[in-house]
């Protein structure tokens, strides 16, 4: 029994907890698309019923089912209609529940409008009209007129006869102007007061300039500056060199004062009927103009931009991160110039026929390796010239890449001159240091090149050529063989002179007999090729 009356208390918290609606409160603006989530947990399969309180239809609106325990019912544009509540009855088995969401509706869509400022007159009262267009809920707008710091007028909503429905309301501030309000300006601020809506959609203003006429009885009524053109002749892009003349023409009384001023410069350039002069402009006066109307009722400003078109100049071009790197880095090419219309960059690098073309001036050169390194030319160009920039580029990498020659080859006879010589690709330059094996003596070279003169069979042997810089190095073999020449011993005897006298075949025989015997006691076939040539 009391585990009975346990499931009394705790099942209905637990069946309520099952459902849901979301959001459960919200705050639209009329026209916004809004999207209300009904659904039920714990259940395999439920069915909703969306409603208005009162049973009053739902306009502007269709369901969606995206999973059998979720019902969406979407509003395309939320309106009036829709405030203040919607139901929706869930039902599950044989639970049933029904969840209830708020909604809050505004519209507030554009700035106030102001109007009468213009047509002030000194001394008399005049009107000044604001117009809040398409506002709900009214009673809670509040209108302020103010004048800089000072709230002069303020108006709310509950103090007018609203109907529940979308209104546009206009609020009038009246008063006598003065003279000297011709310099001042009067702004109509309105707040909608409505939880939920935006911070930045709460206030919207509008600020004018008030236009104070003074009559004389005796004269034309003073008005300020208005009905105000500019012209640039001969256009408001011109070619360097020519003469530009800017004209403005106001209707004033008494007559506007013009002031000319360019963006970025405190020079100013006075004139009394509105024309000035530049002659002969360059890239220099190129930017945007401020033209200053003004009399003592009251000034505007009117705006323009004068393009001055040249050829590339005051070009600079840096190098990232500088123009000496080592293989590998990425390096980045960076042109600016003064140029209109836009300059046009190509690079090339001496010796290359590959271009790289740039809108912006800027290069990449991504690892780069000794390849890459070399004399660059970068053009920079429009349709009215260019020029080119020169830049050399540095690529330190260690020796490689590497020959050794030898002349006139590595296999001499004794007494000839050698010359050794490496070549190698190497940026800072290699220093070249040759040793042989077996010797503490070296050889320095700063060009790869080394003469050994006159070699003997003690210069044979293995050689090393190391090649280095400060990045690196590797060492090079080579072997050198030296023929030697034949000495004859000191111990060798001298063959005598033979004469052979012209008496016969006999005597050849017994001087050829003789000969044979001396070589065969010399045992030398030196001395037998000396004693051939006899």
């Given amino acids: ?55 009053q239809p739902l306009m502007h609106t269709s369901e969606t ?22 139901l929706c009855i869930a039902v599950c088995g044989d639970r049933k529940v029904q969840k209830t969401t708020v909604i809050n509706v505004y519209s507030f869509p554009a700035d106030p409008v102001l109007s009468g400022n213009d047509r002030l007159r000194h001394g008399e009262k005049s009107d000044i009209t604001c117009v809040v267009r398409d506002v709900y809920p009214v009673e809670r707008l509040k209108i302020e007129w103010v004048q800089g710091e000072t709230v002069l007028s303020e108006t709310s909503g509950d103090q007018l006869s609203v109907k529940d429905e979308i209104e546009t309301q206009s609020f009038v501030y009246s008063y006598i102007p003065h003279f000297g309000d011709g310099e001042k300006s009067v702004t109509c601020r309105a707040t909608l007061d409505l939880p939920g809506i935006p911070n930045n959609q709460k206030t919207r203003q509008t600020t004018v300039n008030l236009t104070v006429q003074l009559l004389f009885p005796w004269s034309r009524p003073a008005v ?39 963006d970025g410069s405190d020079k100013e350039l006075v004139s009394q009927d509105g024309t000035f002069r530049l002659p002969q402009v360059t890239p220099h006066d190129a930017g945007l103009y ?94 009215l010239g260019s020029h080119t920039e020169l830049l050399t580029l540095s690529v330190t990498a260690p020796p490689r890449n590497t020959t050794v020659t030898v002349f006139p080859s590595r296999q001499v006879q004794e007494g000839q001159n050698i010359t050794i010589s490496c070549r190698t690709v190497s940026f800072p330059p290699a220093h070249f240091v040759l040793t042989k094996d077996g010797s503490d003596k070296e050889l320095v070279s700063q060009d790869g090149t080394f003469q050994l003169p006159q070699v003997t069979p003690h210069d044979a042997g293995l050689y090393q050529l190391n090649i280095s810089n400060r990045l690196g190095s590797h060492t090079e073999l080579l072997t050198l063989s030296v023929m030697e020449q034949y000495r004859a011993p000191e111990d060798t005897p001298i063959l005598p002179t033979l004469i052979v006298p012209a008496i016969g075949a006999g005597a050849m025989v017994t001087t050829a007999a003789v000969l044979m015997r001396y070589l065969k006691r010399s045992n030398g076939r030196r001395v037998y090729e000396l004693a051939k040539g006899v």
């Avoid at 640039?232 to 892009?237: D, M, T």
């Fill in 290 to 383: 401020q033209l200053n109307i003004s009399n003592w009722l009251g000034s505007h400003t009117e705006l323009l931009t004068l393009s001055v078109m040249a050829p590339p100049r005051n070009t600079t071009v840096t190098v990232s991160p500088s123009r000496q790197v080592q293989e590998g880095q990425n390096v980045t090419i960076s042109c600016r110039t003064v140029s209109f219309p836009p300059a046009h960059f190509v690079l090339t690098k001496d010796g290359s026929d590959k271009e790289l073309v740039s809108q912006d001036g800027t290069f990449r050169l991504p690892q780069v390796t000794p390849h890459d390194a070399g004399l660059y030319q970068l053009n920079v160009s429009n349709r």
């Fill in 224 to 262: 300020p500056p208005q009905n105000t053109t500019v012209t640039v002749s001969p256009s408001r892009q011109v070619q360097e060199g020519q003469n530009v003349t800017i004209s403005c023409r106001t209707v004033s009384f008494p007559p506007a004062h013009f002031v000319l001023t360019k």
């Fill in 1 to 55: 029994m009391a585990l009975r009356m346990l499931w009394i208390f705790v099942f209905p918290a637990a069946f309520s907890s099952d459902f849901y609606l979301e959001p459960r409160k919200s705050t639209s603006q009329v026209g916004d698309r809004l999207v209300l989530k009904c659904g039920a947990r714990n259940c395999q399969k439920a069915e909703f019923t969306w409603r208005r309180l009162g049973d």
């Fill in 65 to 86: 089912k995206p999973s059998p325990t979720e019902s969406q019912l979407v509003i395309d544009g939320v309106t009036v209609e829709h405030k203040p509540n919607i």
